[in-house]
């Protein structure tokens, strides 16, 4: 597996928290033969290279991609179609090209407006792992160990392309899977993207509240870890609300009755009902926890 | 302010999370002359006498509360009016009584329905210190360290009262607040019941979808903190909506008026209003985090 990456000049798009972090982890392993970074902020550029995370860097996608033998695409995911056009008047189908955005449709139809369909040779992928904080100097070598990457493939995506962007997430110690574009868009909906948007939500309404800075000096613990998320890049998230907005509405509408039963629920002091609902919860609850902590030991 | 508790026999009813943590607090600072628990499990008595966490038990409120000096009661809200009841009985006015209930308007009703008004010897109380974990094995010595702690006194409240329920939460390092009853079941509902029925909500909803199992394995760090608070005790949540239904509700409505919104924004593709509304969320986060690292590690 470690092989596979021998030699290789590797090319990240984009060195914020998950490009510094796939850097970090691939430049501690000495495997790849080189890491070249590109980005706009060249102060950040220059202090990676300082850290001797990347072998070398540029601000420009034409001037270090031609020879890459896989460019990770890290930008936000409305910049992807950008970045792809530079791409297309450089690199040859022997560059494998992936990215790493959490919505899949949206790339498909970005690669597909910029190559006329999806190049053979790009592999569309989704690391799940993040952080509320952003940016190169949150980015860590461990940042995908234990974690699960989603690729989703197409029925015209080259096996060897496939390959080695599976090698690359498992030496940075991820899980790999792959599963079909609506699929991964809609799991990412439900378990995700809607989160992000209550907990943006939540915070929105108790702000917009009078004394709002007392309401929020009585909030504790619960409320600190609840919006968490709420802490996350707008720029990105706004980017996966544009372009999984169908997917998120339809997790938000089935919420949303879900909402309007327990808001009844309570109105009508349906004791049963809450108590029937609160227990299926908090069983479904702890299932996840353990699922996801024998996960994460693996 | 640790010379008010000398001397002073503590009946604390309701050993779990809370009355445990007051419990475990009192007895390693080994202020209080006597800690007495009543609670309806002897094995969890048992054990706290083992611990040393307590003087002594008993499974009657009547054995032991007579001549105490102050009655915690620690039950779920619910439980409240039933335990003032068989309370009335046997203390007199030497005693103080106070609560940790999460709802106080249901409480002071309870207070009324069982001794015609408030009694001057009793200070609804509640400290803002909780984890969703339950019971008297999930308890802590330093549970209410840096918390704060709000209390709700009458009009006609004996000071005296109030004084020697303030002692005993600074003790236990917390900060204690007065406000008034509504005030108090206002913030709660936008700050910590919203939260919680949002959480069991989210996790039912996605429960009862078909292949739920496969979801929540795609699940990360982010749905995790999200929904912590849904693993927490559905009894004592059940308690609290059936009390505090009426604030609750008129907080899940303006919430759900934000969520409307945004869901028409998400569906318009409504860049400009996605971008103002998670910026302001995300500023009134960080403010919120800050605020609260400020005041934990006072």
Known sequence: ????????????IGLGLIGGSIARGLSSLQLA???VAVGRNE??????????????FSTNIKDVA?????????VPSLTVENTLLELKSVVSENTVITDVASVKNAIVEAAVNVFGEVPENFVPGHPIAGSEHS????????????KKVILTPMENTAADAVSLVTALWQVLGAEVINMPVDRHDEILAATSHLPHLLAFALVDTLSQQG??????????????????????????????????????????????????????AVLS?????????????????????????????E
Do not use: C
């Open 66 to 74: 031609a020879d890459a033998d896989i460019v990770v695409i890290a």
């Open 269 to 297: 002091k349906n004791s049963e009902e809450l108590m029937t609902t609160f227990k299926r919860a908090k069983v479904s609850r702890d299932k996840f926890l353990e699922l996801f902590e024998n996960r994460s030991t």
């Open 43 to 56: 102060a950040v550029l220059q202090q990676a290279k300082n850290d001797g995370v990347i072998s070398s």
């Open 1 to 12: 597996m470690s092989d596979t990456l021998k030699n290789k000049k590797i090319v990240i």
């Open 33 to 35: 033969g080189e890491i």
């Open 211 to 264: 004394e709002s800075e007392e309401i929020f000096r009585y909030a504790a613990g619960g409320f600190r870890d609840f919006t968490r998320i709420a802490s996350s890049d707008p720029q990105m998230w706004h980017d996966i609300f544009m372009a999984n907005g169908e997917a998120t509405v339809k997790a938000l509408d089935s919420y949303m009755q879900d909402l309007e039963r327990l808001r009844a």
């Open 135 to 146: 940016g190169y100097s949150a980015s860590t070598v461990e940042l995908f160990q234990g």
